[in-house]
Nanobody, 127 residues
Framework: QLQLVESGGGLVQAGGSLRLSCAAS????????MGWFRQAPGKEREFVAG????????HYADSVKGRFTISRDNAKNTVNLQMNSLKPEEMAVYYC????????????????????WGQGTQVTVSS
């Protein structure tokens, strides 16, 4: 079992930045591809960004390309999401997730590919 705990959410003005972190424990973190998803009220959970277990490949939703950056530190068992130029419509609960059994360059982007999920952290963007 892999446990994931997100942190770093909060209130920010439109155009501002936040850095989310996800701490993992329980299994070999470095063998998991990691992803960030978000879910706004009344909407489906959607993919935001992902990173391969090696850290060598990343993938972003089109809506966040150029503004968000995902990174990981396998020595510290953490994955981060730097979010810049935030928009009010990006207010949501952000979730960290882990996917196992993949090659070193694969970055999954669908919910079903991720087996472990954190509890989420709220991001509120005021206009």
């Amino acid at each position: 079992q892999l446990q994931l705990v997100e942190s770093g959410g909060g209130l920010v003005q439109a155009g501002g930045s936040l850095r989310l972190s996800c701490a993992a424990s329980g299994r070999t973190f470095s063998s998991y591809a990691m992803g960030w998803f978000r879910q706004a009220p009344g909407k489906e959970r959607e993919f935001v960004a992902g990173i391969s277990w090696s850290g060598g490949r990343t993938h972003y939703a089109d809506s966040v390309k150029g503004r968000f950056t995902i990174s990981r530190d396998n020595a510290k068992n953490t994955v981060n999401l730097q979010m810049n130029s935030l928009k009010p419509e990006e207010m949501a609960v952000y979730y960290c997730a882990a996917a196992a059994g993949l090659s070193r360059t694969v970055v999954p982007s669908t919910l079903r590919e991720y087996a472990y999920w954190g509890q989420g952290t709220q991001v509120t963007v005021s206009s």
